[in-house]
């Protein structure tokens, strides 16, 4: 029986206890999306919904440990694409939300500006260089507070010097032109006195490169081709610029993903057999190859779903004739999601680490109510 089509209740087939009736099961476990608007958006949470047909709709530790599961689809150095099956959206919401704000990683917030002769005004380029990405394990280094003093453990001190020489042609700075100083800030802080020492603008005991985990790995940028600046005949960019550690709800630049995004399984479904040259233009329309032809000898011919994952949504196969001929659905508890690292860390680290923060969470919570 197809979804679009109505059968009085009196009319329909017994159920047996424990299961749906299809129209409900479908309400239950897909959106479906009409061509002006999708239907059974909403979840159904209460765990009674459907106790009169001995279903049960409750939710578990047990019965979600059973349910749920991951499968990685594809993965590259930047990029993690997985399937998580058996899950609310709120939940994948989480996911998406840590991963954007709450994974901490390292980024340039203070920049002493020396001279910056260039056309980019000095709050523009201190921007552009808090949202380069560096190659830097924030879990090495330790948060600063206003009380706190610039040091080895919770700053790192890049330094930039470029100009163009006048009559040469233009220089296009860029991210490589950071240069690390293991040994922290070389810029003297402005002192009243005379006669008092000299201060820079931090205070390392040794130098960073000294010290073990930084030893076999320079602290530099993660990618040396990203453009900061262009400088004409005679320019100069001179700059300090001091990297800490942090996390994406105060400034995007700390957030460890160039983006981090779900969607819901797609299911495409033919309700009506399409032959012939009707079969022809559906599989023109889709714009991403869904369907495909199946030839049935004889010189028959008819559309059949080939890839329903690569779906977007984008309706043009349920709009006009083919309405009743294709339902567009969205699987509720099947989600594919998709992170992109920017370098701190490698994809599979950061959903673990969103895990990891989500669990510490629910055990605060637990903690408080108990």
């Given at each position: 029986?197809s979804?679009?089509?109505?059968v009085?209740?009196?009319d329909?087939?017994?159920?047996p206890m424990?299961?749906?009736?299809?129209?409900?099961?479908l309400q239950?476990?897909?959106v479906?999306?009409?061509?002006?608007a999708p239907i059974?958006?909403?979840g159904i949470?209460?765990?009674?919904?459907y106790?009169s047909?001995g279903?049960?709709?409750?939710?578990?530790p047990?019965?979600?440990?059973k349910?749920?599961?991951?499968?990685v689809v594809?993965?590259?150095?930047?990029?993690?694409?997985?399937?998580?099956?058996?899950?609310?959206?709120?939940l994948?919401?989480?996911?998406?939300r840590?991963?954007?704000?709450e994974?901490?990683?390292?980024?340039i917030e203070?920049v002493?500006?020396v001279?910056?002769?260039?056309?980019?005004a000095?709050?523009?380029l201190?921007?552009r260089?808090g949202l380069v990405?560096?190659?830097?394990?924030?879990?090495?280094f330790e948060y600063?507070?206003?009380?706190?003093?610039?040091?080895?453990?919770?700053t790192?001190?890049?330094?930039?010097?470029?100009?163009?020489k006048k009559?040469g042609?233009?220089?296009?700075?860029k991210s490589?032109?950071l240069k690390?100083?293991?040994n922290?800030?070389e810029?003297?802080?402005?002192?009243?006195?005379?006669?008092?020492?000299?201060?820079s603008?931090t205070?390392?005991s040794c130098?960073?490169?000294s010290?073990?985990?930084f030893?076999q790995?320079?602290l530099?940028?993660?990618?040396?081709d990203?453009?900061?600046a262009k400088?004409?005949?005679?320019q100069v960019?001179e700059?300090?610029a001091?990297?800490?550690k942090?996390?994406g709800k105060v400034?995007?630049k700390w957030?460890p993903?160039?983006?981090a995004w779900?969607r819901?399984?797609p299911e495409?479904v033919?309700?009506?057999?399409v032959?012939?040259?009707d079969a022809?233009?559906?599989?023109?329309?889709?714009?991403?190859g869904?369907?495909?032809?199946e030839?049935?000898?004889?010189?028959?011919k008819?559309a059949?779903v080939a890839?329903?994952?690569a779906?977007?949504?984008c309706?043009?196969?349920?709009r006009?004739?083919?309405?009743?001929?294709?339902?567009?659905r969205r699987?509720?508890?099947?989600f594919i999601?998709?992170?992109?690292?920017?370098?701190?860390?490698?994809?599979?680290?950061?959903?673990?680490?969103?895990?990891?923060?989500?669990?510490?969470?629910?055990?605060?919570?637990?903690?408080?109510l108990?």
């Amino acid at each position: 029986m197809s979804s679009s089509t109505k059968v009085s209740a009196l009319d329909m087939p017994d159920v047996p206890m424990g299961q749906l009736p299809e129209h409900l099961h479908l309400q239950r476990t897909r959106v479906v999306c009409k061509a002006d608007a999708p239907i059974h958006t909403e979840g159904i949470q209460y765990s009674g919904a459907y106790a009169s047909t001995g279903v049960d709709n409750s939710m578990g530790p047990n019965k979600f440990c059973k349910n749920f599961k991951t499968e990685v689809v594809r993965l590259t150095e930047d990029e993690i694409e997985f399937d998580m099956v058996g899950i609310d959206a709120s939940l994948a919401n989480a996911f998406r939300r840590i991963l954007i704000a709450e994974v901490p990683t390292m980024a340039i917030e203070k920049v002493l500006m020396v001279n910056n002769t260039s056309v980019i005004a000095d709050e523009v380029l201190a921007h552009r260089l808090g949202l380069v990405p560096l190659n830097a394990d924030p879990r090495l280094f330790e948060y600063l507070s206003e009380n706190d003093t610039p040091n080895e453990r919770n700053t790192i001190v890049y330094k930039m010097d470029v100009s163009c020489k006048k009559g040469g042609s233009r220089v296009t700075v860029k991210s490589d032109q950071l240069k690390w100083l293991p040994n922290g800030s070389e810029l003297q802080m402005a002192t009243y006195d005379s006669s008092a020492k000299a201060k820079s603008y931090t205070s390392f005991s040794c130098s960073q490169d000294s010290m073990p985990e930084f030893s076999q790995k320079p602290l530099g940028v993660r990618f040396d081709d990203i453009i900061l600046a262009k400088l004409g005949p005679g320019q100069v960019i001179e700059l300090e610029a001091h990297a800490v550690k942090g996390m994406g709800k105060v400034h995007a630049k700390w957030s460890p993903v160039a983006t981090a995004w779900y969607r819901m399984l797609p299911e495409v479904v033919i309700l009506k057999e399409v032959k012939g040259d009707d079969a022809e233009k559906l599989v023109k329309k889709c714009p991403v190859g869904v369907f495909d032809i199946e030839d049935l000898g004889n010189g028959e011919k008819k559309a059949v779903v080939a890839n329903s994952r690569a779906c977007t949504l984008c309706r043009e196969c349920v709009r006009g004739v083919n309405e009743e001929l294709v339902e567009l659905r969205r699987v509720k508890d099947h989600f594919i999601f998709t992170i992109e690292s920017t370098g701190a860390f490698s994809p599979a680290e950061l959903f673990m680490k969103a895990v990891k923060i989500l669990e510490e969470k629910c055990d605060r919570v637990i903690s408080k109510l108990s």
